[in-house]
Each structure stands twice: as C-alpha cells, then as structure tokens.
Nanobody, 120 residues
Framework: QVQLVESGGGSVASGESLTLDCAIS????????VGWYRQSPGKQREMVAT???????NYLESVKGRFTISRNNARTMLTLQMTNLKPEDTAIYYC??????????????WGQGTQVFVSS
C-alpha cells in the first residue's frame, strides 16, 4: 500500500508562487508514475504534471513553463513548484501515484487534496 499526504495549499494573488508537497509512504519503490492532478468546481479532474520513474515529465499545456514537478532522491516527497499563478489555477490539487504489480496489474492511489486559490 501507498499513502499520499499533500500540504502547502493556500490563497495567493495572481502572479505569486506556491509550492505543494506530497509526502509518500509505504511501498514507495513500487510507484512507477507519480503526479499532480487538479479539480475545479464543475470541472473534471485533470492532469497537471506527472513524473515517471525514468525521470520523464509531462505537463498540462497551460502550466508549462510555470509549474515544475520534482521528487527527492528517497522518493518520499513529491513537489510541485507553481509560479506566476493565475486565477484559472484555482482548484483542489491531488497527489497521485500508480503502482505496478505482477502480471501487468496496477493500483492507483490518491491523496486527500489541498486547496489552491488564486485571486485576480
């Protein structure tokens, strides 16, 4: 099992920065993809940034150049650095991980979410 606990959300003004952290515990080395998703009221949850075990990253087009995903060497902390925040970045941000199992099976894990509010 894997546990994901986010922290670092809050309220900021447009143009400011914020850093989100996700503490990862449990079978951390079984996760081959970790990432951040977000969900705004009335909208579907969307991928913000992902980081694969080979170091490959992927970003939502609208956050490219503004957000950076990273992980510490121990793989126990996943970070999302957000700069030049915009009101449309307002959402609940979720930490996410995919665990690879035998025979091609997978498990998904989600954190409880942390609120980010960006005022104009």
């Amino acid at each position: 099992q894997v546990q994901l606990v986010e922290s670092g959300g809050g309220s900021v003004a447009s143009g400011e920065s914020l850093t989100l952290d996700c503490a990862i515990s449990g079978s951390i080395f079984s996760l081959y993809v970790v990432g951040w998703y977000r969900q705004s009221p009335g909208k579907q949850r969307e991928m913000v940034a992902t980081l694969r075990s080979d170091g490959t990253t992927n970003y939502l087009e609208s956050v490219k150049g503004r957000f950076t995903i990273s992980r510490n060497n121990a793989r126990t902390m996943l970070t999302l650095q957000m700069t030049n925040l915009k009101p449309e970045d307002t959402a609940i941000y979720y930490c996410h991980g995919i665990q690879g199992l035998a025979y091609g099976r997978e498990n998904e894990f989600w954190g409880q979410g942390t609120q980010v509010f960006v005022s104009s």
